[in-house]
C-alpha cells in the first residue's frame, strides 16, 4: 500500500521530499501535483518502473507519449536537439508554466525511447514538484492521470486520488487540490510551432 505523504506547495519540506526521492531512486511510483493536473511519474533512468507505469496506462512502453519533467531548461540538452534561438525565447518566456512542449529527441534519450524523433519537456510552476527533480537529480518521466468519472476528466482530490491509486503506486503526495484542467501542449519540433492541445497555458504566447 502507498504511503500518503503531505507536502505544501509554498514552502515544500526537504525532510519529506527527500522520502520521495529515496522512493523513485528505488524504482518505485509517485502521484505528484503540478500546477495543472496530478501526475504520475518514476525516475527517467529506471526502466523496471518505466515499465509499471506503460502496464499501468495499458500501452506499449516505446509507443507512450510521456512527458519529461525538468526542473528548469538546463536539462534540455541532455535530451533534446540543439534548438533554434527563437524557439528558446519561447520556451523561457512561458515556463516554468502550464506547457508541454515537444522538441527534437537527441540520441541521449533513455533507451526505451530510442525510436522516438521527439520529446515532451516539461517544466511545471509547481514547487513540490520542482524540489523533486532538483533533489533527484534528474527529470521525472510522467504521465497524467486520468479519472473514471464521465464528467470529471482529471482527479482533483489528493485523498480520492489515494483512494484509487494506493495498490498501484508506492507514494500519493498530497500537495493540496489540483487542477482539472491539463497542460497546453505546443509542437515546436518544426520550423514553426504550433498548438497541439489547448489546456491551461494560454495559446497567445507563440
Known amino acids: 500500500m502507498a504511503q500518503f505523504i ?5 514552502n515544500p519540506n526537504p525532510a519529506a521530499v527527500k522520502k520521495v526521492v529515496d522512493v523513485l531512486k528505488s524504482g518505485g511510483l509517485v502521484i505528484y501535483p503540478t500546477d495543472t493536473v496530478y ?7 529506471n526502466s523496471k518502473a518505466l515499465e509499471r507505469i506503460a502496464k499501468i496506462k495499458g500501452i506499449k512502453l516505446e509507443k507512450a507519449n510521456f512527458s519529461f519533467i525538468c526542473c528548469d531548461l538546463s536539462n534540455l540538452s541532455d535530451y533534446v536537439k540543439q534548438i533554434d534561438t527563437a524557439t528558446f525565447k519561447l520556451l523561457k518566456r512561458s515556463l516554468p508554466g502550464p506547457y508541454t512542449f515537444i522538441l527534437p529527441g537527441n540520441s541521449n534519450l533513455p533507451k526505451e525511447f530510442k525510436k522516438k524523433t521527439t520529446v515532451g519537456i516539461r517544466v511545471p510552476d509547481n514547487e513540490i514538484a520542482l524540489e523533486l527533480v532538483r533533489q533527484l537529480g534528474n527529470p521525472i518521466v510522467s504521465t497524467s492521470i486520468h479519472d473514471d468519472d464521465e464528467v470529471l476528466e482529471y482527479s482533483t482530490d489528493p485523498e480520492l486520488i489515494f483512494e484509487k491509486w494506493q495498490n498501484l503506486v508506492d507514494v500519493v503526495i498530497d500537495g493540496g487540490y489540483g487542477d482539472n484542467m491539463p497542460s497546453t501542449i505546443i509542437d515546436a519540433s518544426g520550423r514553426e510551432p504550433f498548438v497541439v492541445r489547448e489546456g491551461k497555458g494560454d495559446i497567445s504566447i507563440i
Open 6 to 10: 503531505k507536502i505544501y506547495p509554498e
Open 39 to 45: 501526475g504520475l511519474g518514476c525516475d527517467i533512468t
